[in-house]
Antibody, heavy 116, light 112 residues
Framework: EVQLVESGGQLVQPGGSLRLPCVAS????????MSWVRQAPGRGLEWVAY????????SYMDSVKGRFTISRDNAEKSLYLQMNSLRDEDTAVYFC?????????WGQGTQVIVSS | DIVMTQSPDSLAVSLGERATINCKSS????????????LNWYQQKPGQPPKLLIY???TRYSGVPDRFSGSGSGTDFTLTISSLQAEDVAVYYC?????????FGGGTKVEI
């Protein structure tokens, strides 16, 4: 069974940093592009970033470029989102998902709250 | 960035009736290289992550009931639920992957 499990979400002050891991199981992680999507409280889905199989190709939404970094460790079957210079508007549930054209499997998400 | 606009924001449909959700992109998402529309549909129920319903604008994902169908091309797309069931109450999102910056529509809430 395909599983994606995010963690690392917590309350952080504006300007702070956070790293979100997503651990994959049930499939050959290194064969797949991966993505991060977020959802602010009571709001719609917002695509954040994707990464290819070996980490050589990435893409980001405009508002996180230069602040967020997506990466992966295929040996550890893990996807990461390093978030720096966090803002109030980054408050959201962050989902990792398999794929980058269509997102066919999703984790349950981890809550990030940016507040002073 | 490609802006995805969904309509309506919400709709109420009786059980067994048809539900139609529209999605419009600010530019064409039809690929000349493979003649496919780079458009997906997702369903999200409360407290759950989204689930993929449709890709390539009209191809149902594995296990998705055939009452769900997608249509359209270029900039205008439709998700149709032919006979609404109680378990279809959810928010539905379209998403384009034509651009390297992916974008979702704002969502359409379907209620009974």
């Amino acid at each position: 069974e395909v599983q994606l499990v995010e963690s690392g979400g917590q309350l952080v002050q504006p300007g702070g940093s956070l790293r979100l891991p997503c651990v994959a199981s049930g499939f050959t992680f290194s064969d797949y592009w991966m993505s991060w999507v977020r959802q602010a409280p009571g709001r719609g889905l917002e695509w954040v970033a994707y990464i290819n199989q070996d980490g050589s190709e990435t893409s980001y939404m405009d508002s996180v470029k230069g602040r967020f970094t997506i990466s992966r460790d295929n040996a550890e079957k893990s996807l990461y989102l390093q978030m720096n210079s966090l803002r109030d508007e980054d408050t959201a549930v962050y989902f990792c998902a398999r794929g980058h054209w269509w997102l066919e499997k999703w984790g349950q998400g981890t809550q990030v709250i940016v507040s002073s | 960035d490609i802006v995805m606009t969904q309509s309506p924001d919400s709709l109420a449909v009786s059980l067994g009736e048809r539900a139609t959700i529209n999605c419009k992109s600010s530019q064409s998402v039809l690929s000349i290289s493979n003649n496919e529309n780079f458009l997906n549909w997702y369903q999200q129920k409360p407290g759950q992550p989204p689930k993929l319903l449709i890709y390539w604008a009209s191809t149902r994902y594995s296990g998705v009931p055939d009452r769900f169908s997608g249509s359209g091309s270029g900039t205008d797309f439709t998700l149709t639920i032919s006979s609404l069931q109680a378990e279809d109450v959810a928010v539905y999102y379209c998403q384009q992957h034509y651009s390297t910056v992916r974008t979702f529509g704002g969502g359409t809430k379907v209620e009974i």
